[in-house]
């Protein structure tokens, strides 16, 4: 069965450091997207970023980038240059069939990880 | 594009009071869908419509909770004979058939049970 593996309940940065969130995920499905949202204290999920099974390439968005590798099953969340706002819980999250989301294309997510950013 | 609006916010009930949530998604996106998310845990999938079509429903979804798409637009749904294990937050979903990526998320309702 799909499952997603965040082992890191809290974690705190220094401002203006680099922090990597771990992301691990099973599944028997080829074709899958692996996704990050962030969810700040007022409860709304935010995307973040998202990285296909297929690309080759790890994806970037900004201060935001995923180190996806495959092998191994995991897509670690590099957030680069913390700010205070980056401050929220961080959620891992999967869709299995496809780019097109398959059948029903709902997201599978992991527990998350609490960052606290530290001025 | 105003994004995906729930209402209420907040809502406290007592138990085996039914309550009703309410998910406008954004414009022109035909799949909605519904999570709950519980204290330290992720949001769980709960239910997924394409239009006004409900096709998948989580065995999370139990016979007291329905949900309606009407139109296919706005969606609703509906826990009947609440019991304190509702209490969670119902965070309301859309996206287009053709968007690759992301699912847009409203705000949620947070839910309390006394």
């Known amino acids: 069965a799909q499952k997603i593996t965040q082992t890191q309940p809290g974690m705190f940065v220094q401002e203006k450091e680099a922090v990597t969130l771990d992301c691990t995920y099973d599944?028997?499905?080829?074709?899958?997207?692996l996704f990050w949202y962030k969810q700040p204290s007022s409860g709304e999920m935010i995307f973040l970023i998202y990285?296909?099974?297929?690309?080759?390439q790890n994806a970037t968005e900004g201060r935001y980038s995923l180190n996806f590798q495959k092998a191994r099953k995991s897509a670690n969340l590099v957030i680069s240059a913390s700010q205070l706002g980056d401050s929220a819980m961080y959620f891992c999250?999967?869709?299995?069939?496809?780019?097109?989301?398959?059948?029903?294309?709902?997201?599978?997510f992991g527990k998350g990880t609490k960052l606290s950013v530290k001025p | 594009d105003t994004g995906v609006s729930q209402n209420p916010r907040h809502k406290i009930t007592k138990r085996g009071q039914n309550v009703t949530f309410r998910c406008d998604p954004i414009?022109?996106?035909?799949?909605l869908y519904w999570y709950r998310q519980t204290l330290g845990q992720g949001p769980e999938f709960l239910t997924y419509?394409?239009?006004?079509?409900?096709?998948?429903k989580s065995r999370l979804l139990s016979d007291r909770f329905s949900a309606e798409r009407p139109k296919g637009s706005f969606s609703t749904l509906e826990i009947q004979r609440t019991e304190q294990g509702d209490s969670a937050m119902y965070l309301c979903?859309?996206?287009?058939?053709?968007?690759?990526?992301?699912?847009?998320f409203g705000p949620g309702t947070r839910l309390t049970v006394t």
């Open positions: 999250a999967m869709r299995e069939g496809g780019i097109y989301g398959g059948s029903q294309g709902n997201l599978i």
């Open positions: 414009s022109e996106h035909n799949r």
């Open positions: 599944t028997s499905d080829p074709s899958y997207g």
């Open positions: 979903a859309s996206s287009h058939e053709g968007e690759l990526y992301e699912q847009y």
């Open positions: 419509f394409q239009n006004e079509a409900q096709l998948e």
């Open positions: 990285q296909g099974s297929y690309d080759q």
